[in-house]
């Protein structure tokens, strides 16, 4: 009796295999990429001090610090133009035959950016107390997300011409979207621009010359697709 039972059951099994349409899965990805300008002015300003006494260093580079920092706060705009201090140290300086402490040196950094470039640019003339270290131009994160949001339908519409191109190329009719990853390459590495300069006399009026540039912002769309014998719906 058992095996008048399960042999019915293994036919029907074994049918059920043969009427169901083969089915295959497949991995691809697509992208699509927009050239962007570059709408923030980053600028590091830093000095360095060094004397016997750590006290009266650490005051030297408080003091440089102070009155570019007075000159940045008049510019000083959220969004706009971005003030803020970078790194302060201050550490001894050892003989290199005795080991002992022969002085102290010190550093101190100020960075300004924003998208006010022109005012940014103006205000690399009026510190004269550090001297300009770095210079870039980066991506805003607003920038940025309306770009994405300007190709992601693009790289979405790539991506399913792709499935529908390598399903025919398969002998396939069509495609059933799976599992889909979208990702935006954010592009934020600023730019650098120039080495150190100190602007001295009748330069120090004078703005900095900078150019922005293009920044490339791309949206990548991977994932997998199941192969089918009906065509895809549009």
Partial sequence: MRSLILLPALVLAGAAQAVEPPRERLSLSASATAEVTRDVLGVSFSTSREGADPTA???????????????????????????????????PRHDPKTGKINGWQGSAELQVEGRDTAAIAQLTGRISTLS??????SLSRDAREKAEADITAQAIA?????????????????????????????GQVMRPMMAEMRMKGAMADAALPTEAGKASVTVNVSGSVQLTRESSPR
């Fill in 57 to 91: 260093v650490q005051a030297a580079l408080k003091q440089a610090l102070d009155a570019a920092l007075a000159e940045a706060r008049k510019l000083a705009k959220p969004g706009q133009v971005d003030v803020q201090t970078g790194g302060f140290s201050l550490y």
């Fill in 132 to 137: 300009i270290a770095r210079v870039g131009y």
């Fill in 158 to 186: 790539r991506y399913r011409a792709k499935a529908a191109d390598y399903a025919r190329q398969f002998g396939y009719g069509g495609y059933v979207v799976g599992e889909v990853s979208i990702a935006g390459d954010e």
